[in-house]
């Protein structure tokens, strides 16, 4: 196993600010019931809370708009009903598809003003990693996760050993470290000989070794093969490379403050209306899960995710600080004493967030994503047909592409990928 960083859990990652323990990367559980990582997360013991459900919306003026954010919710609520039935059919019948901010529109919904588009953005692009005009309606409703688990509940992770503890407990549980099985800080730089066409395929790392394997599982992420950081010898299959380039990878940026005192709203979110689309629109009380840890964390994607990127951290905190102070125009908003970020776009063993499903993107692409190309494998959260993007996503695809693996490597005649391409939930009653 070679890692690229000097830790394993990749996009689950923490850091400390002022003794607590805040996730960068992943920190929701979508689902208890049929949830893998929950089975998991109970049987190494991780600490993790219900979420609240409870919102302020707040403009620039400081008002509190909470009332009219709850009247444009239950609106919302009964167009994507109607979505959901309408791309259930969609799915069922493999036909057509549209942008999700499209279908909102088809069924009623329209954010004309800046309280409706805070409403989507926090349903939409805040959920999805990018604005809502970027992502398929026919594959993001109805929401299908909740409906793989059995469970509805979401639960966001607040152990102090932070969520890739369950990373380190797994690796713990099949290797030692006198096993060199996992080697760290190996940045693989290209793969050779990938075709099978006998030879081994050799992988090269950045310090100059290679390693040579029958057969290779790459588990980069999505936005690592974009960006094709990793060379291939030969280059992948044209088929291969329209299908890495044809879905999508998000942006998604998280920024902590920490302040000597607690000013704000005491509900879990707080949403900054106003005219910028998406600009430090939401907020999460860490208050809720932490309590008097006075933290507050806001969250950027997409395009404001890209800017704010872009930005010195410097920038970033007081960006943060001005938005504050428009909020809550009768506290005083003292300046941070602490804060942490973490910039997964520019991280070239991530660059992105999490994979989303383009409206160009279709199952048979999904099935060239997920397929094996001569004796490389490929697994990742990318690579799930009704529920990507999510460590579960990440975990149940090891599984699938081991399984295909193990399959090939016992019957050379059943090298065809079926786990994965196979994997994907049993909907066929939407379609009687
Ligand atoms: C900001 C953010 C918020 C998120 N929120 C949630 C959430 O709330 N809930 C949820 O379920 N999911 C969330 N996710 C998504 C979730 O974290 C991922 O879907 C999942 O962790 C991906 O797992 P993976 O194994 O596919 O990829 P990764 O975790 O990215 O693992 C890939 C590994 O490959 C290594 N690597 C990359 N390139 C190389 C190279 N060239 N050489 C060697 N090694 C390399 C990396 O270092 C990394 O360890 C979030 C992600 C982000 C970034």
Request: charged share 25%; glycine share 10%; hydrophobic share 25%.
């Given at each position: 196993m070679l890692e690229g960083s000097n830790r394993v859990g990749g996009r689950m990652k923490a850091f400390e600010l002022s003794g607590y323990t805040l996730e960068v990367g992943a920190q929701w559980i979508y689902g208890?019931?049929?949830?893998p990582i929950v089975t998991i997360a109970n049987e190494y013991g991780l600490d993790f809370v219900e979420e609240e459900d409870t919102w302020t919306f707040r403009d620039k003026n400081g008002n509190d708009l909470t009332d009219d954010g709850d009247a444009e919710y239950e609106l919302y609520e009964e167009v994507i009903e109607k979505l959901d039935n309408a791309t259930r059919r969609l799915r069922c019948e493999n036909t057509g598809d549209f942008t999700s901010q499209a279908g909102l529109r088809i069924y009623g919904w329209d954010a004309i003003n800046n309280i409706a588009e805070t409403v989507e953005f926090f349903e939409n692009d805040f959920e999805n990693?990018?604005?809502?005009?970027?992502?398929?309606g026919k594959f993001l409703y109805p929401f299908e996760v909740f409906r793989e688990h059995q469970n509805d509940e979401w639960h966001l992770v607040n152990d102090p050993r932070g969520y890739s503890y369950i990373v380190e407990k797994l690796k713990d549980s099949f290797i030692t470290?006198?096993?060199?099985i996992l080697m760290l800080?190996?940045?693989?730089?290209e793969i050779e000989?990938?075709?099978?066409?006998n030879s081994e395929v050799l992988v090269h790392t950045e310090d100059g070794s290679i390693y040579e394997a029958d057969f290779v599982i790459l588990t980069f992420s999505l936005g690592v093969l974009q960006s094709e950081k990793v060379l291939f010898n030969p280059p992948l299959p044209k088929w291969k490379t329209n299908a890495i380039h044809k879905f999508g990878f998000a942006q998604y940026i998280i920024l902590y403050l920490e302040f000597g005192t607690t000013f704000w709203d005491d509900t879990q979110a707080i949403l900054y209306v106003q005219d910028?689309?998406?600009?430090?629109?939401a907020w999460l009380n860490m208050n809720t899960l932490?309590?008097?840890?006075?933290i507050l964390q806001v969250s950027m994607v997409g395009s404001e995710a890209k800017a704010a990127n872009r930005m010195s951290d410097d920038e970033l905190v007081s960006e943060a600080v001005k938005v504050l102070r428009n909020m809550y125009p009768n506290e005083t908003v003292p300046e941070p004493r602490n804060f942490t970020t973490f910039r997964w776009l520019s991280d070239p063993l991530t660059m992105g967030s999490f994979s989303y499903w383009t409206p160009a993107f279709t199952l048979e692409d999904m099935d060239d994503l997920m397929l094996q190309t001569g004796n490389l494998y490929y697994a990742g959260?990318?690579?799930?047909?009704?529920?990507?993007?999510?460590v579960h996503s990440a975990y149940t695809s090891g599984i699938n592409t081991a399984l295909d693996l193990i399959t090939c490597i016992e019957?050379?005649?059943?090298?065809?990928g079926l786990h994965n391409r196979k994997y994907a939930a049993d909907h066929s009653k939407d379609c009687e």
């Open positions: 208890l019931g049929l949830n990693g990018i604005e809502s005009a970027a992502v398929s470290d006198s096993d060199n800080n190996k940045i693989v730089t000989n990938w075709n099978g066409d910028r689309r998406g600009f430090f629109t932490f309590p008097d840890s006075n959260e990318h690579l799930n047909k009704t529920n990507h993007g999510y019957d050379a005649s059943k090298c065809n």
